[in-house]
């Protein structure tokens, strides 16, 4: 007892002793935004920087922008004294699906897919592009829309349609009074396209192809536009004459009367909610022996005859296949670059969030520093800005490449979108995932986009081609190019690997600053990993089939390889566009800028483990080069404001943490 009264009375003048030290508490002052603009200078014109790396249709774009800022359908909402117009997440699986139609829908009247099936030339063909991405940066479920419907039905009947079908199908189709999809994909194939399991028949009786799902593996899947507003279709199936399986072709077929009731023998169903893209109604499609005319077959490659005879010029299935399947590659384009866009937009949010978001101070009674002044915060964002210009420059390669395709550069066309669409996407995720973080909490809320374009954009890993089997699909191209120059003994000539007939670079032992950010020894880099890579792949492959294996088996046994060889194809083919954008620069800050993130985006590349891994750079270098890449985002600094005003996107597409954070997340804007 006696102790539990000490501890009491202890405990008591603890309590009330007055402290001699003790001082009278203050509340520090509240926190005030201040835009970004007041503090940041721009060292070149960001006018100039956007021409560069959006290059084409900017008048367009922007009067695109403002259709969607100025109209109620794009949901616009006051945040801090601005006004942002984002899809409305919150609403039900069916109300986006019609607030999507409604939206394109609004488009159509003003004029915006004016020409986009009925015109020809670069000139549309641009524009198109450039319509279709300033749509992503809005909603990827209107991109995706608007892609099933112009790129997909309607390059279908383009490309593998003849002229009756272009006369008959196409104006309805810009108008929209035709709603087309897609089916290709089925319940049990996706990207093994060739082992699709519709049969189509031809009845010579009454000159009608008879197409069937033959079991539940080959009912048509994941078909956008399929489960509420299509009208139409093209029917990817294998097609059997006389018994003979001549390989998979395409069909016109009407799903929808004109009352939007689903035409007889064919079943459709929902594919469900999903956690993202649900505005757009994917379905799933059954034919139970439905009957087309003849004429429905795109006959671009092939035909059947009235009395049944298949007719094509090209004998060998295999070419037939891929002269049939070339057109697709456009799916592949337009995937990859509008995960560039969507990049902008994340770093453009986090980067003005993090210009003006402070947290902790360096000393006693000092202001909290900002976000971006921390060099680990530097290290996390510049690389990805880099890595989003380089994109950017790349993503207008690959759009002129297909733009001024023919049939001899469609192999080329095939390997290089296969490899961006991959690296884009991949890329897309990660700069997704960093920007997230980056913003913190508030990088949660949907209003401010980051997180949400997470869950949207996730799919572009997969559809259109897994990215794994694209990527080996584009070493498989390089090994048989390999092959080719070998069994000829002639050079290297095109996919950028002309460097395979000069010496082999030599990287030098010790890397300086001044090495490091050297163009020329950063193209040399890239290409001694390519080169390598692809000798090494070619080995392995011949030595699996020295052994017996078969082809396909060889290239998987040696799949790691075919993956790191897929990677070094694209960044160096990436690097190459990012070069050749910065040589048709005068001398000047734009060009000194571009060159920094020039040397960034290389290094970043460089850095990447397979330089370690196989021996290209030794640890020191290995270090020498983080620290230059620390030094590089330093350098970069001062530029942030400028480097992502020049993506060009107006403030309203930005989530509202881009600006006055306080202001949106006042009692006063609840």
């Not at 139409?232 to 929808?256: D, E, M």
């Not at 792949?537 to 390889?561: H, I, P, R, T, W």
């Not at 020191?620 to 330093?634: F, M, P, Q, S, W």
Request: proline share 3%; hydrophobic share 40%; with cysteine.
């Amino acid at each position: 007892m006696e102790q539990v009264f000490k501890r009491t009375q202890i405990l008591t003048n603890h309590l009330l002793q007055s402290s001699p030290s003790s001082q009278t508490l203050s509340s520090n002052a509240c926190l005030s935004y201040s835009p970004p603009e007041l503090s940041e200078n721009y060292a070149f014109d960001i006018k100039d920087m956007r021409k560069l790396i959006d290059r084409h249709n900017l008048e367009e774009r922007d009067w695109l922008f403002g259709l969607m800022k100025q109209n109620k359908l794009f949901n616009p909402k006051v945040r801090g004294g601005k006004v942002f117009v984002s899809p409305d997440y919150n609403q039900s699986m069916e109300q986006q699906r019609e607030m999507t139609l409604k939206r394109i829908e609004y488009l159509l009247e003003k004029g915006a897919f004016k020409g986009w099936l009925t015109e020809k030339g670069e000139d549309i063909e641009m524009r198109k592009f450039a319509g279709l991405e300033v749509c992503s940066i809005y909603d990827h479920s209107l991109f995706t829309k608007l892609g099933v419907h112009f790129f997909l039905w309607g390059g279908a009947i383009q490309f593998f349609g003849t002229k009756h079908h272009h006369d008959k199908w196409l104006r309805d189709t810009e108008n929209y009074s035709i709603k087309g999809c897609f089916a290709m994909t089925e319940l049990g194939h996706g990207s093994n396209v060739r082992g699709l399991e519709t049969v189509t028949t031809y009845d010579s009786n009454t000159g009608e192809f008879v197409i069937n799902t033959p079991c539940e593996s080959a009912q048509k899947y994941w078909i956008g536009g399929a489960a509420n507003h299509a009208t139409h279709t093209v029917v990817f199936s294998q097609l059997h004459i006389n018994g003979t399986n001549q390989g998979v072709h395409a069909f016109i077929v009407q799903i929808r009367d004109a009352d939007g009731y689903i035409c007889p023998n064919i079943r459709i169903v929902d594919c469900g909610h999903k956690f993202g893209l649900n505005g757009v109604d994917n379905g799933r499609i059954w034919f139970d022996n439905v009957r087309v005319p003849r004429e429905n077959l795109l006959n671009s490659v092939a035909d059947v005859s009235p009395d049944g005879k298949y007719l094509s010029s090209i004998e060998n299935p295999d070419q037939r296949f891929a002269a049939f399947m070339a057109p697709l590659t456009v799916g592949r384009v337009n995937i990859a670059i509008s995960s560039v866009y969507q990049s902008k937009v994340a770093l453009a949010t986090s980067i003005r969030y993090a210009l003006t978001r402070r947290a902790f101070s360096l000393k006693k009674n000092e202001p909290e520093v900002l976000l971006l002044d921390y060099p680990s915060h530097q290290r996390r964002l510049f690389p990805l800005v880099a890595k989003t210009y380089a994109m950017s420059f790349a993503a207008n390669y690959l759009k002129m490449l297909y733009v001024k395709r023919t049939p001899q550069s469609n192999k080329i066309i095939h390997i290089v979108s296969s490899s961006f669409k991959a690296t884009f996407t991949w890329n897309n995720m990660q700069i997704l995932q960093e920007c997230r973080e980056a913003c913190g909490g508030q990088g949660l809320k949907t209003e401010n986009r980051v997180g949400q374009l997470k869950g949207e954009y996730d799919v572009q890993s997969t559809f259109e081609g897994d990215n794994l089997i694209l990527m080996q699909q584009v070493s498989k191209a390089l090994f048989a190019e390999y092959m080719a120059a070998q069994k000829r003994n002639k050079v290297f000539k095109g996919l950028g690997l002309e460097h395979m007939n000069k010496p082999c670079p030599v990287i030098p032992l010790q890397l300086t600053s001044t090495t490091l950010r050297c163009s020329q020894f950063q193209m040399d880099a890239l290409c001694l990993r390519e080169r390598d890579l692809l000798n090494r792949f070619v080995a392995d492959v011949s030595k699996c089939k020295a052994k017996g294996e078969s082809n396909e088996q060889a290239f998987l046994m040696c799949y790691e390889l075919a993956q790191d060889l897929g990677k070094a194809f694209s960044d160096r083919a990436i690097f190459q566009t990012f070069v050749d954008a910065e040589t048709t620069l005068p001398a000047g800050s734009l060009k000194d800028v571009l060159g920094t993130l020039r040397s960034l985006y290389a290094l970043i590349c460089i850095e990447d483990v397979s330089f370690l891994q196989y021996g290209y750079l030794s640890v020191d270098n290995g270090a020498n080069v983080r620290r230059e890449i620390t030094k590089l985002c330093t350098e970069l600094r001062p530029h942030a404001l400028a480097l992502v005003s020049s993506f060009g996107i107006p403030d309203a597409f930005l989530g509202p943490i881009a600006f006055n954070w306080i202001e949106a997340n006042a009692w006063s804007s609840v």
